[in-house]
């Protein structure tokens, strides 16, 4: 069982580090924007608090829609423990962070995705804008958006 609830931005760090960053040290999670006041962090805890999950949700345009109406929200450092992938964590903080917008107006929501969780995605409604390319940090990439 987990419960997801709204957290601050460093509390996710430590699992995004692990998860998406290779094991490296917490500050290396940091991306440009999270101390943008409307960055909208969610968070997965099982039943002892420990964190299993974790999404961010930054206001940001998509550069390949920037017509499309409503706000752009961009979805970073989405990461799921070791151990509890496939259990629908993700989809619970996927789904907060998509609330969330909703409860603001609605817009587009879009990410770069790895490709590894394009279907991911896929299965919450996003479709694949343009061409993959390979981030030479941390992999192969695809463009997604879906419409809140």
């Known amino acids: 069982m987990i419960t997801v609830r709204r957290v601050a931005v460093e509390e996710t760090y430590s699992l995004r580090a692990k998860v998406l960053r290779n094991g490296g ?3 290396a999670a940091r991306v440009p924007g999270d101390d943008d006041p409307e960055v909208a962090t969610y968070a997965a805890l099982d039943a002892d ?5 974790c999404v961010g949700l930054f206001p940001e345009p998509c550069p390949d829609l920037p017509d499309h109406p409503g706000k752009g929200w ?5 990461a799921t423990a070791d151990g509890w992938r496939g259990k629908g ?3 619970e903080v996927l789904q907060a962070a998509l609330d969330h917008v909703a409860t603001r107006g609605g817009g587009l929501v879009w990410c770069n995705a790895r490709t590894s969780a394009a279907r991911f995605y896929e299965r919450a409604g996003f479709r694949v804008i343009g061409e993959p390319w390979d981030d030479p ?3 192969p990439h695809v463009r997604m958006w879906r419409a809140v």
């Open 49 to 53: 608090g420990s964190m299993v999950g």
């Open 137 to 139: 940090q941390i992999g």
């Open 89 to 91: 964590v993700g989809g």
């Open 74 to 78: 961009r979805i970073r450092g989405m």
């Open 25 to 27: 040290p917490p500050e």
